[in-house]
């Protein structure tokens, strides 16, 4: 999974785009499977850590995997994650 996100930066992206991107970059290199468990992982150590867990990111992650579904080049998933904000 850190291998999908190797090299990208996305911390210059806002929160949800960011979550939709590093969900569809994960479940286009590895699974879907694997993109759903690391984004509910995430969430997961927000809530008990320092994070701040939130029901949208979750939704987030869910439109990148749909991105990544739809199979996706790097321009499209970016165009594809830019309607995450505030849906």
Same mark, same amino acid.
């Given at each position: 999974?850190? !291998? ?27 699974? =879907?499977?694997?993109? #759903?468990? !690391?984004? =509910?992982?995430?969430?997961? /150590? ?15 992650? /869910? ?6 579904? #739809?199979? !996706? ?15």
């Amino acid at each position: 999974m850190r !291998a999908a996100l190797d090299g990208r930066d996305l911390s210059a992206l806002p929160d949800e785009q960011a979550h939709c991107m590093a969900a569809a970059l994960i479940a286009r290199r590895c699974s =879907v499977s694997e993109a #759903a468990l !690391a984004s =509910v992982s995430k969430e997961i /150590r927000d809530a008990f850590g320092s994070g701040d867990a939130e029901w949208r990111d979750l939704r987030a992650d /869910r439109r990148g995997i749909r991105c990544a579904q #739809a199979g !996706a080049a790097d321009q499209q998933l970016s165009a594809c994650c830019i309607g995450a904000e505030g849906s």
